[in-house]
């Protein structure tokens, strides 16, 4: 018998042959397990047809197999995925950062589903999900389900810090030359440097903010890969495009 979460959300692939792009729902139980299916409709269908008497993990359960029967619905471990730095659609840039999530869904060695943007949150707006996923939370797991909330309150917090943080640094020069932070400098780095720029593998530190950026630069802006880390040893990974946030 599963025991449900409220992790629910969609996510895009790219067509091989003509290159457009497909919208899945996924869902994931508390052991880890993710359906994914293409056609909400259907799950839709089983729901408003079951049995509202009928205890809501059983039913759910049902469901669930009626829709691996016909093909409709996949499912994977989530501990297959892995996470990779694929660049967000512009069509969901309305959805803030701390709603997405960018990883590849490694099903098998040959078969390797790309995801160009998920959008997961406690509070998703997929309505045809919810019902179902919030009583089975709430039955099986409230001590879980609080503490999943608080933990997703102080991420979106710490997130929120980042972002006010990167916009009020924007464009200000960054000090390579110290070899102690400065109480007069900004920004100050540490790490590689060609041409007098960071460039290669370095550190940012936000001086007075308590918050470093560890990571890719090129050209002295923050490029590739990397994470953000305040005093409190909180840290998030990123990824940047010539100092433009992509993704988090």
């Known amino acids: 018998m599963a025991s449900l979460t409220q992790m629910t959300g969609f996510f895009t692939k790219q067509r091989k042959k003509n290159k457009t792009f497909k919208i899945s729902y996924f869902f994931v139980d508390s052991y880890g397990t993710m359906y994914y299916l293409s056609n909400l409709a259907q799950l839709n269908y089983y729901i408003k047809n079951s049995n509202s008497d009928i205890d809501v993990l059983n039913e759910f359960t049902q469901i669930i197999s009626k829709l691996e029967s016909s093909n409709a619905i996949t499912k994977m471990s989530i501990q297959n995925c892995r996470i990779s730095g694929i660049k967000t659609l512009q069509a969901y840039d309305n959805v803030p950062f701390y709603h997405r999530q960018h990883f590849e869904l490694q099903i098998s060695q040959k078969n390797v589903i790309k995801v160009l943007q998920v959008y997961s949150t406690i509070e998703d707006d997929i ?115 010539y100092d433009i946030l992509t993704g988090i």
């Not at 309505?127 to 179902?132: A, G, S, T």
């Not at 540490?190 to 001086?207: A, H, M, R, S, W």
């Not at 890969?225 to 940047?240: K, M, R």
Request: aromatic share 8%.
């Open 127 to 241: 309505e045809i999900l919810q019902e179902v996923i919030k009583q089975g939370s709430q039955k099986q797991r409230p001590n879980q389900q609080l503490q999943l909330n608080s933990d997703v309150e102080k991420k979106n917090a710490f997130i929120e810090e980042i972002l006010q943080l990167l916009k009020k640094y924007e464009g200000e020069v960054i000090n390579v030359n110290a070899n102690e932070i400065q109480q007069d400098s900004k920004l100050y780095y540490t790490g590689q440097i060609v041409d007098g720029k960071p460039e290669g593998q370095g550190t940012l530190f936000y001086n007075l903010e308590g918050i470093h950026y560890k990571g890719s630069f090129q050209n002295g802006k923050k490029h590739g890969v990397g994470y953000i880390a305040n005093s409190n040893l909180d840290q998030i990974d990123c990824e940047f495009e």
